[in-house]
């Protein structure tokens, strides 16, 4: 199959967002669904490129590229509110949906376990990165981030990893359900009141009327048809279990964590510092489980002094 670019750029949302992207009241999300494109990437475990779903950078820079990944069953928009900050300072910013989450077209569903979705992302670096980048995983994607730099390390320079869901093991009693157990199970997943209740537990101090226009935002890309196979894929297949990988990394890590995180206790934040040789710990204070939505500006600001530290200049981080 000839594998060619089929989006457009403009001022209207890309036609292949669900149609429920108008009732979105964010104006974030809502410049930044009007970024997203599909780039076609080409796989071993499908016969066809996987149009696949990003943000891209306007510029290229010399300097390291910074590529933000998501959370468990989220898409590139978690970045609404920090990612033009770090592209208004001048860095080559991505934004990338990892396999069987966010917006690509999956239609022809591929396999969405592990090591699919680790390749995937291999072979869109090797495709339009090209150079080694400061990777950025939160909650899931930290997971995600660690099993990728542990397994790519030439393509990974540094790493920042935000309150890390990384101590799991892989999706726990999930894997032993019956497949029609599973799947009502995976169902609820995209009901509002349950990710209502969700983000009622990950922010702090947010308005109802800001509350429920997020859970609009994170349900979005739960809308398209191939969205529940592809999340059951993924937890049927066993999930992350990056426990062992840990201390075999060797890039430097920025650790973030939000100190009132009621989803993954701050707690493990010193101990994955503790088991990441070359490490950095910074908690927030008054701060949830995903703090570059919560305080875009101040996770900016420590992702971008981190990056400029690591191409030598000094970290000033207050």
Avoid at 85 to 101: N, P
Wanted: proline share 5%; with cysteine; net charge neutral.
């Amino acid at each position: 199959m000839n594998c060619q670019n089929s989006w457009q750029e403009g001022l209207d949302f890309p036609t292949f967002l669900p149609k429920e992207v108008q009732t979105i009241r964010d104006s974030a999300a809502i410049k930044m669904a009007k970024r997203i494109v599909r780039l076609p990437v080409k796989t071993s475990f499908t016969e066809h490129c996987i149009m696949s779903s990003c943000v891209k950078p306007y510029l290229k820079k010399e300097s390291s590229p910074i590529v933000l990944l998501h959370g468990f069953d989220s898409s590139c928009l978690e970045w609404r509110y920090a990612y033009p900050l770090l592209e208004d300072a001048l860095f080559e910013t991505w934004a990338v949906d990892i396999l069987g989450w966010g917006f690509s077209d999956l239609e022809k569903l591929p396999s969405c376990n592990v090591a699919s979705k680790r390749e995937h992302l291999y072979q869109f670096w090797k495709s339009y990165i090209k150079r080694p980048m400061v990777l950025v995983g939160p909650s899931l994607g930290a997971a995600v981030a660690i099993d990728f730099a542990i397994n790519h390390p030439e393509a990974v320079s540094n790493l920042v990893l935000i309150d890390a869901s990384v101590y799991a093991e892989g999706v726990g009693h999930l894997i032993k359900l019956p497949r029609m157990v599973a799947y009502a199970a995976v169902s609820i997943l995209k009901s509002t009141p349950l990710r209502l209740y969700a983000n009622s537990l990950i922010f702090k101090k947010v308005p109802w009327s800001s509350l429920l226009d997020w859970t609009r935002i994170g349900c979005l890309h739960c809308l398209f048809p191939w969205w529940k196979e592809a999340t059951l894929d993924f937890m049927l297949s066993g999930g992350y279990n990056v426990v062992a990988q840990i201390k075999q990394l060797k890039q430097r890590t920025l650790i973030i964590w939000g100190e009132k995180d009621n989803i993954i206790s701050s707690k493990l934040a010193q101990t994955l510092h503790d088991e990441i040789q070359e490490s950095v710990l910074y908690l927030m204070s008054n701060c949830g489980h995903i703090p570059h939505v919560e305080k875009p500006s101040q996770a900016a600001k420590l992702i971008m002094d981190f990056v400029k530290e690591t191409e030598g200049c000094s970290l000033n981080v207050k």
